[in-house]
């Protein structure tokens, strides 16, 4: 059998090795590809002629024809047919990489498919003379040219539901390659540039896009994409250190710690699938993610928002402390101001229930009706998003406001994302999440350690020089000194890339039964403590300074805190915290920030801050 590749530089094959020189000339191929792709595989031998031979005499013609049908069959063998007017191809006689891609993509199976895409149908290839040939491939490399870029664009959906951005935007940038004017693939390129943390070439992508449109075609780009242009370039501006400016390793800090997301396509999936249930169908879902502490679960959910806030989303968040429990309406409050009152869609919320938002304390008067009243105005506008971090620990009436806005607002488009661990209890987020998969759509996802796959995925991430062996040595390693938690296996693995030598281990930890909250900075690997440490040392100096502060005042800090104790002016405050809530040591809402993991801020706290500086911050802090 002949196989022929023709999506990209053609490639011929006879029962999987390469084909001999004389199959290859170029009008044996071409006379091999068009008989292929011609109705039922068979063509008039004047059909033939006049397509290839048009230039030549008509018996000349005729003998180039009967030469080529000899060379063809020659490894056809009964595979082709031919008489005195007609050439034909049985089934089977020629595997086209078109039809496979049909095939597969009638399946579903679009990875397959998508990898059989390298380029133009045909590319590079012509005929000297045969104009009609040349005219038969321009209509094919314009039809597989659309038929391939929606298989890319699919394959980008599901990649980017899995979390594998990098993958997605190979595939999203050869669908660009493929129809440079195409709205639907420069879109996909901006939304990987976007969740890659790219907002800087996304919008030069975007840019250079309209430019083209202009030049060449004479228009702009459509409504959708230059909404989507729209919302990139409303996105948060990270203020980060130069490359080589900061830690003593003096190696750039920009992509420290912000790891690819791996070992999570599942729960992902699960979760996006949730969001564009709600969006598709205007009804409220819910979302829980649980796991101990260390599991990434804020990492996840902030995958989902952001995917979210692409789409239009009008996005509120409330990031919990343990305090918060015993503060009534504190999350709604902040849920309000952080997000809601922000919104397009508040101008048409009713003045009172907006005056008792702006205006309220804790102590607000019918809190939970003008947080109902804010929310339906802004979700009549558009889809929203609120998402609770750490519910265990948000203020129990904000919990039951926001349960009966989904009973309420059923018929919204209103995605309620949280995030819990398994201790504490949190009754009112409990008889929530009963509610998924019968009054409500939505997912419950549990996060555990990640699996010796995702590890050694993830260590190939960040160490892409390692050859299998060495893989193979530091993903045993780091899933022993690690116990398979993410937090930390970041932590070490960019430790490794930086030169930390993992060493054995005692023992392994943490001891069964007991969760990363639970366990002591001394009870930690002495590897994980240093390359806490060593991450520490490649911030920036001002980074270091709001870090120790945060460390040993402990829970939520207000950026005003944060300022008299660290004695940095607005503008630098502002670029450490930015370079601390990148690199994923602090996350952020309006009333402050907090430690993403309590034993990291442990271990800070013990073996980073210097003797004396410890009462010295706390009575800075509190002047």
């Not at 049985?90 to 595997?95: C, E, R, S, W, Y």
């Amino acid at each position: 059998m002949i196989a022929c590749r023709t999506l990209g530089p053609i490639e011929v094959s006879v029962n999987g090795a390469a084909a001999p020189a004389a199959l290859k000339w170029r009008k044996n191929v071409a006379l091999l590809v068009y008989l292929a792709r011609s109705p039922k595989r068979a063509r008039a031998r004047d059909h033939l002629i006049g397509l290839l031979w048009g230039d030549k005499a008509d018996q000349r013609a005729r003998q180039s024809l009967n030469e080529a049908l000899r060379t063809l069959r020659r490894y056809l063998g009964a595979g082709l047919e031919s008489d005195t007017t007609q050439v034909r191809l049985l089934a089977g006689a020629v595997d086209l990489d078109t039809d496979r891609l049909e095939t597969l993509a009638a399946q579903g199976n679009y990875e397959a498919a998508a990898a059989l895409v390298r380029g133009d149908f045909l590319e590079g290839f012509s005929i000297a003379g045969a104009s009609g040939f040349d005219d038969w491939v321009g209509a094919e490399r314009a039809a597989w040219g659309t038929r391939c870029v929606d298989v890319l664009l699919r394959r980008v959906e599901q990649l980017l539901a899995g979390g594998a951005v990098g993958s997605a935007r190979d595939a999203a940038e050869l669908a660009c390659a493929l129809a440079p004017t195409s709205d639907a693939a420069v879109r996909a390129t901006l939304r990987c540039l976007a969740l890659a943390s790219d907002r800087a070439g996304a919008l030069q992508r975007f840019e250079a896009f309209a430019a083209r449109l202009s030049s060449e075609v004479g228009t702009k780009p459509d409504a959708e994409t230059q909404a989507l242009a729209e919302r990139i370039r409303r996105e948060r501006t990270w203020r980060l250190p130069a490359r080589g400016a900061a830690g003593e390793a003096g190696v750039a800090a920009v992509d420290w710690r912000r790891a690819t997301l791996v070992g999570r396509a599942g729960e992902l999936a699960l979760l996006l699938d949730a969001w564009a249930t709600c969006r598709r169908t205007s009804r409220t879902a819910v979302a829980v993610v649980e796991g101990d502490a260390g599991m990434g679960k804020t990492r996840l959910v902030e995958e989902v928002v952001t995917r979210a806030r692409l789409d239009g989303a009008a996005v509120a968040l409330v990031r919990s402390v343990e305090a918060d429990l015993h503060e009534p309406w504190s999350g709604l409050v902040c849920l309000a101001r952080d997000g809601l009152l922000l919104a397009p869609g508040v101008a048409g919320a009713p003045p009172a229930a907006l005056s008792a938002l702006r205006d309220a304390g804790g102590g607000a008067a019918r809190p939970a009706q003008a947080f109902a009243e804010v929310l339906r105005a802004v979700v009549e506008e558009a889809p929203v998003v609120i998402l609770v971090d750490d519910a265990a620990w948000c203020d129990g009436e904000s919990l039951g406001a926001l349960s009966a806005c989904a009973r309420d607002l059923a018929g919204l488009p209103l995605f309620l994302l949280f995030t819990t661990a398994a201790h504490p209890p949190c009754p009112p987020l409990d008889e929530l999440r009963v509610r998924i998969g019968r009054e409500l759509p939505g997912a419950a996802v549990r996060l555990g350690p990640l699996s010796s796959e995702a590890l050694r995925s993830l260590a190939h991430s960040v160490l892409p020089r390692y050859g299998e062996v060495d893989l193979d040595r530091v993903t045993r390693r780091v899933a022993t000194d690690s116990a398979g938690i993410p937090l930390l296996a970041v932590e070490l693995l960019h430790a490794v890339a930086l030169g930390l030598d993992l060493q054995q281990s005692p023992a392994a930890w943490p001891e069964p039964g007991r969760t990363l909250d639970q366990t002591l900075p001394g009870e930690l690997p002495d590897v994980v403590v240093a390359a806490i440490r060593i991450g520490f040392r490649r911030l920036s100096a001002d980074a270091q300074a709001v870090l120790t502060v945060a460390a040993v005042l402990g829970g939520r800090v207000a950026i005003p805190e944060l300022a008299r104790a660290s004695g940095l002016d607005d503008e630098p405050l502002a670029a450490a915290l930015d370079e601390l809530e990148w690199q994923r040591w602090l996350t952020a809402e309006s009333r402050g920030y907090n430690f993403v993991a309590r034993i990291v801020r442990d271990v800070v706290a013990r073996d980073m801050v210097m003797p004396g500086q410890h009462q010295r911050i706390i009575d800075a802090a509190r002047l």
